[in-house]
């Protein structure tokens, strides 16, 4: 039999009634073993940024038509490995990040906070007209004071290098119209090399250049839905797996994840020494920076990796509950943000579609209800109608982009009624909460493939480890709880073959062929104990019991965690398998687990005529023993089980991310009995430094140990042999009355899916 063939890991999503375009999605050839590389992220700003400070009139023009505070937030490096790994978890479907703590984006309200874009106001649209050459140049000479040279023209475009080239510092005793040349030129580089970039990496669309005219005028249309717009249509395009180039507002996006995700952000050096307000003659000094501006500071890199998109994409896989920040920023941020940064704060939180001449998409907070500090429900369906993505400028002259897009401008028109909320959060989400339980099946939890991993550099293997373990978890729960109904063998195999596929998805498949010696193993390295052996000569009355206590006390008997059974379960059997040959020598070897001792044999009308009937009494001692060997099944399974949960909860590393059913409270520890050399049973703790309780702790006060003590690693439950139909009641009344106590997990338990 090959080991893990029965078992694939599964990305997801189960319900595939949102992600609807998984099929052309990148993650589906990353996961099927395409390398793709880190995209190239388009930009034309750099000259902008080398010119230094601009003088104060010119940021006051700017500040005027809104894009003061993208100036003021200055030139930043972009790590194309880090866009790349969100582009990989960006779903055209819903216009969010699918992480696994839920669903994410970047919103309106984080394009005023960080950039100090204006977003409440007329949407950016209009007539595209088609110009001649000479129509341009005359526009150009009105509003930028020069003719460009018909080579610097592309059509509708204008090459941004006769821009760097044209406007560089503004000179001593400059005109207010030669001022607002300046602004307008700047303004337009910004628009070209990043806001509203296109694919040429070059060139700036001349529409925009109207829009300019009137400054205060400009300063009331949503820009900051625009280049929201223009970052959602960037997205949806670099997710499909052809594409290899990304432009759009990226700074924006690397600035969100920054503030959002602690552990792909770089250390912040001491912030520079700020300049004094610049003042212009007569008016009052310009305002602040927006809250982006601190991340234009010096980085420390020692313990944060950057610019590896392995790296990135594994850390997202592994993304645990407390990595994300859901609100960075709190009250007292807002409060001390400039004006301009909060004007547009009453529709941050609106449905409705962002507009930019041809490109419209849909705003929808309501699917990330948890960024304002609100409760999270399941969101009603959303069409962001991926179909409009296929409609641009191209082959449209003199184009009415209001009138074709009626519809979406009337929705934005309306937009202060479209605003949603939801009642105050009171806490992190339990990932038992409804919508947590849905989303993990609609969405894409693993981007990275275990089993296709790189040779070379970094070899992340993603959520595979804590799948398996999560896994294991839930198959040998489910076992326990069915009881004596199935199986425990091939429960076993089943986990056995769970491994194998995970080891040799990892490519760890040569640990197969090693047996650790567990044994060996010191507390220090391990958090479990190995359990002592407990010495001692065999039993040897009892008939036929032939040792067996003895024989449970070496193999560690333990009492799993399992539900109580409604009703006895009765088994007959085949005397001829059970009984060994030396029945009446006693034996001082350990017994290993009967792989004949399965559940299938134990059924009614099997017995043989031609063999050996038993009396009574051996009949008694029999079907003890038959349900001690199934008891070691279920003995594996509790340790199994625990096993899995204690490295889960470890992985967590916080003991509040546990749901209130599985937390084991780290309170006073309980008095536990001295083992015992005969009969009985006695207290055990799994481990001094498990942060785990002794699973069965003694009644304190008791007259006598009682079913409900705990076993200990080396002592067996103490069948009566003279009442044979009642040897496991006690121990399954004993497991009914700590079932409840003893649900070691993790919170994380159904994050992956496996078929």
Known sequence: ??????????PGPIDDSILTLQDHHRSTDIWDGQNFEPLTCRRCDGHFWRLGTLDPQVQKMMLKAGFYGVYKVGRMRLDHALITALVERWRP??????????????????????????????????????????????????????RPPPEDFDRGRLKIRCLQERFKTLPDGASEDTVKFYARAYILQLLGGQLLSDMSNNKVKLMYLPLLRDFDAAGRLSWGGAVLACLYRALCRASKPETSDICGPLVLLQIWAW???????????????????????????????PYGSRWNVGFKLETVGTHVLVLYRDQLDNMKDDQFVWEPYPADVLASLPEYCLSGKRIWQTVSPLICFDVVEFHHPDRVLRQFGQQQTIPAVCDTIPDIHLTDRRGRQNYDWAHHHRQFVDMWTDRCARVVSGPPIDGPMD???????????????????????PNTGYQGVGGAMEAMLTKIYHRATDAMNEG?????????????DICAYSLR????????????????????????????????????????????????????????????????????????????ANVGEPSDTPQTWDSSLSAPEFQEDTLDPNTMQLGPEATGAVNA???????GHQIALGKIRDICAFALRTSSGNQAM???????????????????????????LIGANSGINSYFPCTPGASSPTPSASLGPNDSPSLPHDSPEQDVEPLRDSAARISGQLTVGDDRVGHHNWE
């Open 658 to 684: 546990l749901s209130a059913h599985d937390a084991i409270a780290d309170g006073p520890k309980s008095k536990h009995c001295k083992p015992r050399r005969r009969g009985g049973m006695s207290g055990y």
């Open 484 to 496: 004596y109904e199935v199986c425990g063998e091939d429960v076993l195999r089943e986990i056995q």
């Open 625 to 631: 023993q038959l349900k001690i060997s199934m008891f």
């Open 259 to 289: 503030e959002r995700v602690p552990f792909i952000r770089p250390g912040r050096l001491a912030p520079r020494q700020q300049p004094p307000p610049d003042i212009v003659a007569g008016d009052h000094p310009l305002p602040v920076a």
């Open 1 to 10: 039999m090959d080991s893990g063939l029965g078992h694939t890991l599964h």
């Open 431 to 453: 990932q038992s909460d409804p919508y947590m339980i849905w989303y993990r099946r609609i969405t894409r939890l693993l981007i990275g493939n275990p089993a296709t991993r």
């Open 93 to 146: 479907e819903t216009h969010t990040f699918h992480l696994p703590v839920g669903e994410a984006t970047v919103t309106l309200q984080d394009i005023s906070v960080l950039w100090g874009l204006p977003v409440d106001g007329d949407p950016i649209t209009g007539v595209d007209t088609n110009r001649t050459m000479d129509e341009w140049q005359d526009i150009c000479n009105e509003l930028l004071g020069f």
């Open 505 to 580: 998805a990892a490519h760890e498949d040569h640990r197969l062929a090693v047996r650790p010696d567990l044994r060996a193993t010191s507390p220090v390295a391990s958090p479990f104990l190995a359990p002592k052996v407990q010495r001692g000569r065999p039993r040897k009355r009892g008939g036929l019991t032939c040792g067996r206590a003895t024989e449970s006390r070496r193999r560690g008997s333990y009492v799993p965690v399992m539900q109580p059974t409604s009703s006895e379960v009765s088994y007959s059997f085949k005397p001829t398998s059970i009984i060994p």
